[in-house]
């Protein structure tokens, strides 16, 4: 069984910084491409960060360029998500996620919760 | 970046009935369409993909259909189980975009 289990979150002063981790389980971590979505409270969903199976690659919504960084290691089976500068619009539910075929997400983590506010 | 837009944003309907959600896109994402039910408090699952393809363990009840830049995600006999929030979203350009959601209740 696939299992996603996300940790890392909390309430943090804006500007400052924090790491999520996403630990998997039930399937081969090093074939998929892994993803981290948000949720504002009450709203949508928005995609945040991508990396490719290998690490080589990753790709970042505009508004956290420069900001996030996504990473993994496949030793450990661990999805990373290190917020630098964050903002108050960062706040959110962070879900990671991964599927069978790009960004189609069959599989989420039951979330984190990351409130930036002073 | 592709918007979508899904009606109605509230539905309300009683048990047995068919009820259907509407997503258009701002440009043609050639059936890279995804829905995602989510139940209050939960993560969102993973209902339908390329626009009409039933993931594993979803009742039949569910179907999706639609082509370009019009989508639509019908119930059969809807159930109480079925009340949550449902949002679309495309996978053909990056960076890949969801609905606002369609958030169902029962009447």
């Known amino acids: 069984e696939v299992q996603l289990v996300e940790s890392g979150g909390g309430l943090v002063q804006p500007g400052r910084s924090l790491k999520l981790s996403c630990a998997a389980s039930g399937f081969t971590f090093s074939n998929y491409g892994m993803h981290w979505i948000r949720q504002a409270p009450t709203k949508g969903l928005e995609w945040v960060a991508s990396?490719?199976?290998?690490?080589?690659?990753?790709y970042y919504r505009d508004s956290v360029k420069g900001r996030f960084t996504i990473s993994r290691d496949n030793a450990k089976s661990t999805l990373y998500l290190q917020m630098d500068s964050l903002r108050s619009e960062d706040t959110a539910t962070y879900y990671c996620a991964t599927g069978h075929s790009s960004y189609i997400y069959d599989y989420w983590g039951q979330g984190v919760m990351v409130t930036v506010s002073s | 970046d592709i918007q979508m837009t899904q009606s109605p944003a509230s539905l309300s309907a009683s048990l047995g009935e068919t009820v259907t959600i509407e997503c258009l896109a701002s440009?043609?994402?050639?059936?890279?369409l995804a829905w995602y039910q989510q139940k209050p408090g939960k993560s969102p699952q993973l209902l339908i993909y390329?626009?009409?393809s039933l993931n594993d363990g979803v009742p039949s009840r569910f179907s999706g259909s639609g082509s370009g830049t019009q989508y639509s995600l019908k119930i059969n006999s809807l159930q109480s189980e079925d009340v949550s929030i449902y949002f679309c979203?495309?996978?053909?350009?990056?960076?890949?975009?969801f609905g606002a959601g369609t958030k169902l209740e029962l009447k």
């Open positions: 979203q495309q996978n053909y350009d990056s960076p890949n975009t």
């Open positions: 440009e043609d994402i050639y059936s890279n």
């Open positions: 990396i490719s199976p290998s690490g080589g690659s990753t």
């Open positions: 390329y626009a009409n």
